[in-house]
């Protein structure tokens, strides 16, 4: 029987795993690959961001050709729940032709390796990891820190992080190094001699806004598991956790608008380096119609334009609607808030402790007060230091 390949996408976090994926999706030799999502959040953004037109699946199942393992089936089910994903994948019909999994920046490569290699229906294709290269040149010296030499920063949460990213990098047979436009060519030349040092044989790709696609890696060999093994047993690695200690997710959900401007200025004053990665959906009480989906990573923060609130929808009357979809609009709104509609935030907040509960914090009060979404209901103006525009996200 022929064995399905697996393409692991691996990677610390807010790299740009997601958006290399969503545009690997769009190739048509891809259409029927069927999907893993591993991730930390409890609320599984990225499978919602993967699945598209089709039905969301609900944790720990498959739906469509896109499994969704998040929450505790990222960690403590991770073994059986791939398992079970795989079991269902195989069943498909038609056979899928790849299988794409898209991990938790916050794993450790080698139990996801093993999870994804016990069904022997299956073989790893290709074990990727993104590097995030304007991070890589901000906090870890363009990888040297990586290597060994002494890093002078005291900063706790930025050895954590080298740690993890470090880890990822020693399972690699392909490493891409992503979001190359942000630094100058000289800078990224360095980066790729680091990589290859702390890396000896893996393939090195660049990548800038996801322009690297998954064809161009067909001639690199698929890693060997005795070697991976190896690999885990020699740094001691065989006994460890699905993710990374101390790495834990923390979820705010609210129905009230942020205040566009207390909001600028948490992230301006209480962003610290152990919260790696914030993405979700939310909505300024200055741009009520828009759902933005905001996603930060490390000192960078990316508001993107997604569509509508069904509330706004209504209440633009039926522009571009038929009647049926309107009446059907109406319907879905009549289990949602009295003022709000069907708008809310839900953010997941993923990284140490104390810089989570901190940001966690700042989110809570930079959301609008009583008496500021009754001046809202009013019609007040909001000042607002976010960009005029966000670019929007098919």
Request: proline share 5%; with cysteine.
């Amino acid at each position: 029987m022929k064995r399905i390949p697996i393409v692991a996408l691996c990677g610390f976090l807010g790299s740009g795993k997601t958006t290399l994926l969503r545009r690997w999706r769009r190739d048509e030799a891809l259409r029927h690959a069927a999907v893993i999502v591993h991730d930390l959040s409890e609320f599984g953004l990225d499978v919602e961001l993967l699945s598209g037109e089709e039905p969301t699946p609900v944790a720990g199942r498959v739906a469509g050709r896109v499994a969704a393992l998040h929450g505790s089936h990222a960690r403590e089910r991770l073994h059986a729940s791939v398992g079970t994903a795989l079991d269902e994948i195989s069943a498909l019909d038609p056979t899928p032709p790849l299988v794409l999994c898209e991990s938790t920046g916050a794993a450790r490569p080698w139990p996801l390796i093993k999870a994804l290699t016990q069904d022997k229906r299956f073989y790893l294709r290709h074990f990727i990891v993104t590097v995030d290269a304007l991070n890589l040149h901000r906090d870890f010296v363009d990888g040297r820190v990586l290597t060994g030499e002494p890093f002078d920063s005291r900063d706790v949460a930025l050895h954590h992080a080298a740690e993890v990213l470090a880890e990822q990098i020693a399972f690699a047979s392909v490493i891409i190094l992503t979001k190359i436009d942000t630094i100058p060519k000289s800078v990224v030349n360095a980066q790729v001699q680091t990589l290859q040092r702390l890396r000896p044989g893996a393939a090195i790709g660049l990548s800038a806004q996801a322009g690297l696609l998954l064809p161009q890696l067909d001639a690199t060999a698929a890693p060997k598991l005795s070697v991976l093994t190896d690999r885990a047993e020699q740094f001691g690695l065989t006994q460890h956790a699905s993710t990374a200690d101390s790495v834990e997710a923390l979820v705010l959900r609210d129905v009230r608008p942020f205040h566009p401007q207390r909001l600028h200025e948490a992230c301006q004053s209480r962003l610290g380096t152990g919260l790696y990665r914030t993405k979700g959906f939310l909505w300024l009480a200055s741009r009520p119609a828009d759902v933005l989906l905001w996603q930060q990573s490390g000192s960078q923060i990316v508001l993107e334009h997604i569509g509508l609130w069904r509330a706004e929808m209504i209440r633009r009357g039926n522009e571009g609607l038929l009647p049926e979809e309107v009446e059907h609009l109406k319907v879905q709104l009549e289990t949602e808030h009295p003022v709000f509609g069907d708008r809310h935030n839900e953010l997941t907040l993923i990284g140490l402790e104390a810089d989570r509960e901190s940001f966690y914090s700042a989110l809570q009060d930079a959301l609008c007060t009583d008496e500021e979404v009754a001046a809202w209901q009013e019609g007040a103006i909001f000042p607002d230091p976010w960009p005029k525009s966000f670019r929007n996200v098919g």
